[in-house]
């Protein structure tokens, strides 16, 4: 039921906000659960299989790579003007589209047998899924209340978990049993069955007014957004958390393919299922810093992400798979504290402000991704762990610096108290 509160006329206003523990509330976590299972499955299904495509398409371990960093850099790019384009055809009807077309292009996949072909599908992939990421920050910046914020944007960024570590896994497993074309199909049915559960279930934007496009008033919110003293700082976090997780996963299978674990494709995929603890920690850690504030609390997630890149470079496959455990787990909380803390800065902005964090968010994967493949090429898995620690550390700089960040003005938000009332 909508909550009444009093204006400083004494006029009673309804308090029509989406809060934790409602039947709205669920539907909307539903809708974009199911969304962020698509949206991550479709995009990350191909990592396990690229030593698949170095096989089949005799290509390099960089080259095969492209598969991902091509769709995430044209992702990066389109969602810039995604938050415009959903300004002006409304939240829903943008994500609805964006899900079920992506999901027909990657049933395309499954059917091509050139190289070229697949990277172009992969390109367009890119395209079509921009509609989503950003658009679904800035649907729950404006119809989530300030106090149950934080645990949407942990339970939408669980789903996401939940769908690369599927997408992977589905792909990986049944690559060994029936070929990658099989499994990549199948996850562009579960990407079908999930659009539609989107559709009927996320509720009709409330806080949402047309924006006809205005390229003046456009170019005024992105240079807006860095102007603010927090902003670029966290769209840098976002480009070195991205970066440093994808190339991991990109370059693990390679190093566990080979001796001395000779593990099967399978088996590997089965190592994706330590996405499961994504669905904790972002969830977890964003609660922890709703309490505690994000920037005594993001810092922790960039040195868990080192610690576990030290692991990695570790020979035991116990330890690997730690490491492993450790870099998602920091990732996660990471970007669920950095995503919802763009929202808050943003202001009026806020759809420009969460394109640009996704922009350099999906950069990072795009451009570390392909980089990796270099140092592996080089120096095998010790130089992508130190590259990959480079961008950690650097991370750990940037938090350091948020953490120094004044407060923005206003009262603190719901569940903080005074000292700790930053954003």
Same mark, same amino acid.
């Given at each position: 039921?909508?909550?009444? %509160?009093?204006?400083?006329?004494?006029?009673?206003?309804?308090?029509?906000?989406?809060?934790?523990?409602?039947?709205?509330?669920?539907?909307?976590?539903?809708?974009?659960? @199911?969304?962020?299972? $698509?949206?991550?499955?479709?995009?990350?299904?191909?990592?396990?299989?690229?030593?698949?495509?170095?096989?089949?398409?005799? =290509?390099?371990?960089?080259?095969?790579?492209?598969?991902?960093?091509?769709?995430?850099?044209?992702?990066?790019?389109?969602?810039?003007?995604?938050?415009?384009?959903?300004?002006?055809?409304?939240?829903?009807?943008?994500?609805?589209?964006?899900?079920?077309?992506?999901?027909?292009?990657?049933?395309?996949?499954?059917?091509? /047998?050139?190289?070229?072909?697949?990277?172009?599908?992969?390109?367009?992939?890119?395209?079509?899924?921009?509609?989503?990421? &950003?658009?679904?920050?800035? +649907?729950? /910046?404006?119809?989530?209340?300030?106090?149950?914020?934080?645990?949407?944007?942990?339970?939408?960024?669980?789903?996401?978990?939940?769908?690369?570590?599927?997408?992977?896994?589905?792909?990986?497993?049944?690559?060994?049993?029936?070929?990658?074309?099989?499994?990549? $199909?199948?996850?562009?049915?579960?990407?079908?069955?999930?659009?539609?559960?989107? !559709?009927?279930? *996320?509720?009709?934007?409330?806080?949402?007014?047309?924006?006809?496009?205005?390229?003046?008033? *456009?170019?005024?919110?992105?240079?807006? &957004?860095?102007?603010?003293?927090?902003?670029? !700082?966290?769209?840098?976090?976002?480009?070195?958390?991205?970066?440093? #997780?994808?190339? =991991?996963?990109?370059?693990?299978?390679?190093?566990?393919?080979?001796?001395? +674990?000779?593990?099967?494709? $399978?088996?590997?995929?089965?190592?994706?299922?330590?996405?499961?603890?994504?669905?904790?920690?972002?969830?977890?850690?964003?609660?922890?810093?709703?309490?505690?504030?994000?920037?005594?609390?993001?810092?922790?997630?960039?040195?868990?992400?080192?610690?576990?890149?030290?692991?990695?470079?570790?020979?035991?496959?116990?330890?690997?798979?730690?490491?492993?455990? @450790?870099?998602?787990?920091?990732?996660?909380?990471?970007?669920?504290?950095?995503?919802?803390?763009?929202?808050?800065?943003?202001?009026?902005?806020?759809?420009?402000? /969460?394109?640009?964090?996704? #922009?350099?968010?999906?950069?990072? /994967?795009?451009?570390?991704?392909?980089?990796?493949?270099?140092?592996?090429? %080089?120096?095998? !898995?010790?130089?992508? &762990?130190?590259?990959?620690?480079?961008?950690?550390?650097?991370?750990?700089?940037?938090?350091?610096?948020?953490?120094?960040? @004044?407060?923005?003005?206003?009262?603190?938000?719901?569940?903080?108290?005074?000292?700790?009332?930053?954003?």
């Amino acid at each position: 039921m909508p909550r009444l %509160s009093m204006q400083a006329n004494n006029a009673p206003v309804v308090d029509d906000y989406i809060r934790h523990g409602t039947p709205i509330f669920r539907r909307t976590n539903l809708a974009l659960f @199911a969304a962020g299972i $698509a949206t991550f499955g479709l995009l990350y299904c191909i990592q396990p299989l690229m030593p698949e495509f170095s096989k089949d398409f005799q =290509v390099s371990a960089a080259t095969s790579a492209l598969s991902l960093s091509l769709t995430t850099g044209v992702l990066a790019v389109a969602m810039l003007f995604a938050g415009a384009v959903s300004d002006a055809w409304g939240r829903k009807s943008v994500m609805t589209m964006s899900l079920l077309s992506s999901s027909v292009l990657v049933l395309a996949t499954a059917l091509v /047998s050139d190289w070229h072909m697949l990277l172009i599908l992969r390109t367009l992939l890119g395209l079509t899924l921009s509609g989503l990421p &950003a658009v679904a920050m800035t +649907y729950l /910046s404006e119809e989530m209340h300030p106090d149950s914020i934080g645990l949407g944007m942990g339970l939408y960024i669980s789903g996401n978990a939940i769908g690369g570590m599927g997408g992977r896994l589905v792909a990986g497993v049944l690559a060994d049993f029936v070929g990658w074309r099989a499994g990549v $199909a199948t996850v562009g049915v579960i990407g079908l069955i999930s659009g539609l559960v989107f !559709w009927s279930s *996320l509720p009709p934007s409330r806080h949402f007014t047309v924006q006809p496009l205005n390229w003046r008033t *456009l170019h005024a919110r992105f240079t807006g &957004a860095f102007r603010d003293a927090g902003l670029p !700082w966290l769209f840098a976090e976002g480009f070195l958390l991205l970066g440093a #997780f994808v190339t =991991v996963y990109n370059y693990i299978g390679y190093r566990l393919l080979a001796a001395p +674990y000779h593990l099967s494709q $399978a088996v590997v995929g089965l190592i994706f299922s330590v996405y499961l603890i994504g669905t904790f920690s972002s969830t977890w850690m964003g609660h922890l810093a709703g309490k505690l504030g994000r920037r005594k609390v993001l810092w922790t997630a960039f040195a868990l992400m080192f610690c576990g890149v030290l692991l990695t470079m570790t020979q035991p496959l116990m330890l690997i798979v730690l490491g492993i455990v @450790a870099i998602t787990f920091g990732f996660f909380g990471g970007h669920s504290i950095a995503s919802s803390w763009v929202g808050r800065r943003a202001g009026a902005a806020k759809a420009q402000a /969460s394109s640009m964090y996704l #922009f350099s968010y999906y950069m990072g /994967s795009s451009l570390a991704g392909v980089g990796g493949g270099f140092f592996y090429a %080089s120096h095998g !898995w010790q130089g992508v &762990a130190i590259f990959v620690g480079a961008l950690v550390l650097a991370g750990l700089l940037i938090a350091w610096r948020l953490y120094k960040l @004044a407060p923005l003005p206003g009262p603190p938000s719901p569940g903080t108290e005074p000292p700790l009332a930053e954003m």
